[in-house]
């Protein structure tokens, strides 16, 4: 997920260490009742001297951004009706871009697999890491699949139907869930053949 | 419909967690009872698959596109308690590596897209299956129940926005169901069009409720209703209303109010609790002591009770012999 990920792995306790203080201050700076600008500042500096030291690009996080940005514009029109509108405008559009920012940082600097070693030894259950972890072996897998089936039916839906092209998008997907399903299940009889009885 | 950090306060975010906190540890207890150790490849590759499948744009009438969200899709084929797994493992992902819905907030996203979408889809589609069981019958309770899914889901999003004052009642309710009423007719749509294609080629799919539930222990089955408890005080506890109840207003109007007398003086009147200046906090904080004072007490009750039927069967035994 990260841009940029370290060839170095990260070990659990520093990634742990790393999910524990961006969580906390993500918290810190959701809950910070609105104004008290000066102090939105500190975080601001913190974010921008470790986006430089670690060289987070800026164009993923933008992109990113705009979904949030799009979302906090729809509820910012529902406050214009208030008297103290622009404070609550800005306040919400900073704290959802620092809240962003950090977390950005924190999967560009920490690879997903170190992130979930992280996760585990701040006591997260192994049910929750591993199906995390499963996701994270099995998307590009997926995504893969779903690109071959797409090719294929682009190949052979020669129609410019609305409601054809719909009917064979759906049946795709559905191909797909069929495929994902029985893979879950050949995954699963492998791993049984390697030993394995269930995360406790 | 993933709301962002920074828009929703303190004690909706805690009430939200402790909620889906509880929720989730029913699904996972259901699931794994369900799946045993197939539990993790399978809820870790159906939730990819759901990840994948809502990226996929599908063409919507009047040039516009929409896409699925998955949820009552994976409960017709996994059952409710996987598909409120794989949802919030979707959800989990998005909002740590993708910055879709924020962390503070992960507790009430959970809430809104993987428990009450999925559990009040999965009901509306039970419910209707009954009612219409032909082939045609079920595809369209599916359909019902997913646009009841995103709707439910976005009234509940609307919800948690006004508790924490971020927009108006007024406002973010109407908004919200409006625009999701037209979101769920194209995840209907594409929910019956994909499930009406697995039912066709894989029929032994779809997902058969067990029976029985796996039985809960006391100890579990404590916890999990305390946290959800509290849950529901910290995000209801803002809306409690100052004005005066039925018997209040009547004793007011006839003039009888200043008649009531205080036996003992009691430590949290009028659900306040003393010292504490912020009143939302003092009625969350008393509402959290009442609850555990209630439970502390029919705890006391159910033990007693429980001791004294022993007593009486030892002693119809010792008779009997």
Redesign the interface.
Known sequence: ?AAHPPTNPVPPGRAAFRLLL??LA??A???WPPGGWPWQSAPVTALLLLSCRYRLRVRPVLR??L??WS??AL?AV??L?QPDWPLRVA??F???S???WA??L??HVTP?AD?IGGLRRLGV?P??C??????G???A???GE?RRLQLARRARTLTRS?AV???S???T??????R??E???K??RA??ARG????S | M?I????L??AT?AGTACVAGAGLAWA?REV?ARW??????????????V???Q??N??VAGGTSGH?LGGV?AAV?LGPSAAV?VLT??L??Q??????G????LGANVLNLALIGVLGGYGVYRLLGHLWPSERGQLAAIGVAAWCSVVLASLACAAE?AISG???WK??VP?MAVTHAVIGIGEAV?TV??????RH??PD?VYRPAARSPAVSLRRAVVYGLVASFGVVLLLAPLASALPDGLERVAERFGFAGRAMEAAPAPLSDYSVPGIMSPSLSTMLAGVLGTLLVFGIAWGISRGLQRWARSGEAGARTDAT
């Open positions: 997920m961006t969580f993500v918290t700076v959701a809950l990113r951004a979904v949030v979302f906090a509820v529902g406050l009706v306040n919400l900073l704290k959802a620092l809240s962003l977390l950005s924190l999967v997903l992130l259950p049910i929750w591993g199906t995390i972890a499963f996701w072996r099995y998307y897998v997926v995504n779903w609305r092209r719909f009917r998008l759906a049946n997907l559905g191909l797909l869930f069929i994902s399903y893979r879950a299940e995954v699963h791993m049984q394995y009885r269930g995360f | 993933h962002p950090d920074g828009f306060d303190a975010c996972g794994k045993s150790d197939q539990t993790v490849p399978m809820v870790g590759v159906m939730s990819a698959f990840f994948a499948g990226m996929v599908f063409p699925l899709l084929f797994m493992t979707v989990a992902v909002c740590f590596f993708f910055q879709d924020g962390v503070t907030a926005l971020t927009v108006a406002l973010v908004a594409i069009a994909v499930v009406s294609f697995v080629v894989r799919l």
